[in-house]
Nanobody
Framework: QVQLVESGGGLVQAGGSLRLSCAAS????????MAWFRQAPGKEREFVAA????????????YYANSVRGRFTISRDNAKNTVYLQMNTLKPEDTAVYYC????????????????WGQGTQVTVSS
């Protein structure tokens, strides 16, 4: 049984930082895309960032939503089967429930690209 468990959310002031973690169990995802999405109250779930294996050795590619590029960094530790989201210079509009997602193939920015989801972790940024 595959499980994704997020942690690291919380309350932070604008301009602050948080680091989210997503630990996967039940299978390894080292050659699959893993991603972060978020959903603010009253809004649809949206893509934040993803990290995909390029097919070459240990090289991965990353891509980001325009709204977070330059502030957020996605990374992974395959030995721990864990993906991270470092969030810097947080803004009140970053407030949302953040979800980890994993694909069984190469994924993109669409919700339908992903087969497994975590339960979410709340991030609240105060102004």
């Amino acid at each position: 049984q595959v499980q994704l468990v997020e942690s690291g959310g919380g309350l932070v002031q604008a301009g602050g930082s948080l680091r989210l973690s997503c630990a996967a169990s039940g299978r390894t995802f080292s050659s699959n895309t893993m991603a972060w999405f978020r959903q603010a109250p009253g809004k649809e779930r949206e893509f934040v960032a993803a990290i995909s294996w390029t097919g070459l050795a240990t090289y991965y590619s990353t891509y980001y939503a325009n709204s977070v590029r330059g502030r957020f960094t996605i990374s992974r530790d395959n030995a721990k089967n864990t993906v991270y989201l470092q969030m810097n210079t947080l803004k009140p509009e970053d407030t949302a429930v953040y979800y980890c997602a994993a694909a069984t193939r190469r994924g993109g920015a669409k919700i339908d690209d992903y087969d497994y989801w975590g339960q979410g972790t709340q991030v609240t940024v105060s102004s």
